[in-house]
């Protein structure tokens, strides 16, 4: 196959500026006149670097040029497919429901090998994907393989980072697997073959010693254990922990090993990624602290070996940057990859809610013809989802997170809130403990209708201050401004359903607009 592909395109090809678009062209002209057997494509996919800012073009072309035959596959062929997608970082979504398809079968899975069940299994998970049945058949599959056909030599044809990646998607896939014994011996023999291998290459002896071994196999070295097995080792335990799930039998030694070893190791990683997007922290840092949010940077997430870049003072809400690297290729857009995932699930067990940023997000926000506002906008709108924020204060108090004190009219007969909704209260109360302003507010006086809450019907109304109409109902807007329907979840508007949305600008708010003119 490598061959083939310097056939297609001569050297001087392939190292012009062009090559991409001169490999595509010839790639796409035979595999559409059928020049490339099954096999041929599946090798293709599998030996050529196409992903990740270098051709996802030409694997696109390969893998349509295989759509119409995935029926029909046998299951080494699944696994190099998924195999293929997983090293060029390729999203699976083009072909995902057929191979669940297939797989599903009859004989399909049966037919799979041990190291062909583990790499369909890893390519899945590590994607992402959530899929019940998918999984519980996998691991099936690989426990009858390990148990009654290959023996002791299924792990023999998987490295170091394989077993790290096969460990890791037994926590990933979790909430969708059903729980036996017989799965309970192969995760404890599973953690007894990776701390073989890495007692083996001396890994544990040193700091120093574990990063040599890993930055080694970073550049093809035996052992295999990469960076991101690192990540999928650190998050295995950090789950084995938050989950108050009982430590394989058998395993302690191990991995109390493990708990010394991987957490300052995975600090490191994480500290490198934190560096990378130093000047994308910074930057939202500053928007957010002119929007008047106080932050927090680089916050330690417990013993997870995470540092949160951004993190709100007095909240559990913080910031997170992901980038490429994070994420498959997809036809349309980038999707989160399962280590991702896993991380804001571990975070989520720790009480941290995380707003999630992508870089080329961020980047398109701050681009050099964009309105400054966008971002503010952007992050206004991430944060006033989030009901932990209720002792935020901003400079320009965003609806969603300002604490408004509680506003009811005066008991007396005439003015409660329950009576019908066109009755006129004689003086409604303004806000309790709010700041005394120096000087009437212009903005405010347009504001005509304002938002109360009526404590004998434990309900939210509006008030007109004109007309002096109260209504349960959300007054009507003009556009761009459009009432929509929420979860009624947000404090301090707790039981409210209705906000106000504005479909140019993305603001969202609870209190009716201020009226033009």
């Not at 401004?481 to 993305?506: A, E, F, I």
Request: aromatic share 8%; with cysteine.
């Amino acid at each position: 196959a490598a061959t083939a592909v310097g056939k297609l395109c001569p050297k001087k090809d392939l190292e012009s500026s062009d090559r991409h678009e001169a490999l595509h062209a010839r790639l796409d002209a035979l595999t559409t006149n059928n020049a490339f057997s099954q096999e041929n494509l599946l090798q293709l996919i599998n030996c050529y670097p196409f992903g990740m800012q270098r051709n996802s073009r030409v694997f696109g072309t390969l893998v349509a040029g295989l759509s119409n035959s995935i029926s029909s596959f046998s299951g080494v062929h699944i696994s190099m497919l998924v195999d293929g997608c997983g090293k060029n970082r390729i999203s699976l979504d083009p072909v995902e429901e057929v191979l669940k398809t297939r797989l599903s079968e009859d004989g399909v899975l049966e037919s799979l090998s041990g190291h062909e069940c583990a790499t369909i299994l890893c390519g899945f998970s590590t994607q992402g994907v959530k899929d019940n049945p998918l999984y519980n058949a996998l691991f099936q599959r690989l426990i009858a393989a390990r148990i009654h056909t290959e023996g002791a030599n299924l792990f023999s044809t998987l490295s170091a980072g394989q077993c790290a990646e096969l460990l890791w998607s037994m926590a990933f896939t979790a909430p969708d697997i059903l729980e036996t014994q017989d799965l309970k011996i192969f995760e404890q023999e599973l953690v007894g073959e990776v701390h073989r291998r890495l007692l083996d290459a001396d890994f544990f002896s040193s700091s120093a010693k574990a990063k040599e071994l890993v930055a080694s196999a970073a550049r093809g070295g035996e052992l295999g254990f990469q960076d991101v097995h690192v990540d999928m080792m650190n998050q295995y335990l950090q789950w084995l922990k938050l989950s108050e799930r009982p430590t394989p039998q058998g395993s302690c030694t191990q991995i109390k090993q493990f708990q010394s070893a991987l957490p300052p190791l995975s600090r490191d990683i994480n500290a490198k990624r934190l560096a990378e997007s130093a000047s994308i922290i910074q930057d939202l840092k500053s928007v957010l602290q002119e929007l008047g949010v106080q932050i927090d940077q680089a916050v330690t997430a417990g013993d997870t070996g995470y540092t949160l870049p951004l993190l709100v003072k007095g909240s559990q809400v913080g910031f997170d940057v992901y980038d490429r690297r994070h994420c498959f290729e997809g036809a349309v857009a980038f999707k989160l990859d399962g280590t991702w995932k896993m991380r804001m699930c571990l975070m989520e067990l720790l009480g941290f809610h995380i707003l999630q940023i992508g870089r080329d997000q961020w980047e398109d926000l701050r681009g050099k013809d964009t309105d400054p506002q966008q971002a503010k906008d952007f992050l206004a709108g991430l944060l006033g989802k989030i009901s932990d924020l209720k002792h935020v204060r901003f400079n320009e108090p965003q609806p969603l997170l300002q604490e408004e004190p509680e506003a009811v009219l005066p008991e007396s007969p005439g003015s409660e809130a329950d009576e019908p909704v066109d009755s006129v209260p004689s003086n409604p109360k303004k806000h309790h403990g709010k700041r005394k302003s120096k000087g009437k507010d212009p903005e405010k006086e347009k504001r005509l209708w304002s938002l109360h809450y009526s404590d004998k019907k434990e309900m939210w109304f509006y008030y007109n201050s004109v007309t002096k109409e109260k209504s349960w109902k959300p007054p009507k807007v003009d556009k761009p401004w459009v009432v929509k329907t929420g979860s009624g979840s947000h404090r301090p508007y707790k039981g409210l359903k209705n906000y106000y949305y504005n479909q140019d600008t993305k603001q969202v708010q609870y209190e009716p607009p201020i009226l033009k003119g």
